[in-house]
Antibody
């Protein structure tokens, strides 16, 4: 059964940057679409971004378009989310998901605050 | 952009009762790309149903999904204590969107 483990969260000031990583194991990583989904404290789920198995196609929510970049390294079985120009409203637990949600990590908390 | 509206916001039921959760799309969507998730406090979501009606691996058969077009339903035939949680519907394709969630609480 596939597993994913996120890392890289933390406290960052508004306008700052952070890169999240998601290490995958137990499945053929390059064959799967991968996604990032976030959840603000006490709120519902919000889809953030998705990338094709090859990395050739990427998709973003309007709320992060132009600020976040999803990428993957299939040789390292790792998914990334580069987050720039962070805002307070980006504060959330960020989940890595296989496909659009067939498997989930435990999440990593990103807090944007001065 | 497709908007998913879930109702009710909160469902208060007793163990053993039947739960019926609704998910309405702002425009017709393919039933192949409609999923349901369960989330308990402090935990990641768990996939229950994909393709409107297909149970994910390990999901008990008391969970069932149905619907087409703009109206979709998740039914829990008899609530077990572990079923009290928040449930989200999702439409996915190239992009994705989630409904706002329905909390199923113990009455």
């Amino acid at each position: 059964e596939g597993q994913v483990v996120e890392s890289g969260g933390g406290l960052v000031q508004p306008g700052g940057s952070l890169r999240l990583s998601c290490a995958a194991s137990g499945f053929t990583f390059s064959s799967y679409v991968m996604s990032w989904v976030r959840q603000a404290p006490g709120k519902g789920l919000e889809w953030v971004s998705t990338i094709s198995g090859s990395g050739g196609s990427t998709y973003y929510a309007d709320s992060v378009k132009g600020r976040f970049t999803i990428s993957r390294d299939n040789s390292k079985n790792t998914l990334y989310l580069q987050m720039n120009s962070l805002r307070a409203e980006d504060t959330a637990v960020y989940y890595c998901a296989i496909n659009y949600g067939s498997g989930w990590g435990q999440g990593t908390l990103v807090t944007v605050s001065s | 952009e497709i908007v998913l509206t879930q109702s009710p916001g909160t469902l208060s039921l007793s163990p053993g009762e039947r739960a019926t959760l609704s998910c309405r799309a702002s425009q017709s969507v393919s039933s192949s790309y409609l999923a349901w998730y369960q989330q308990k406090p402090g935990q990641a979501p768990r996939l229950l149903i994909y393709g409107t009606s297909y149970r994910a691996a390990g999901i008990p058969d008391r969970f069932s999904g149905s619907g087409s077009g703009t109206d979709f339903t998740l039914t829990i035939s008899r609530l077990e204590p572990e079923d009290f949680a928040v449930y989200y519907c999702q439409h996915y394709g190239s992009s994705a969107t989630f409904g706002g969630g329905t909390k199923v609480e113990i009455k």
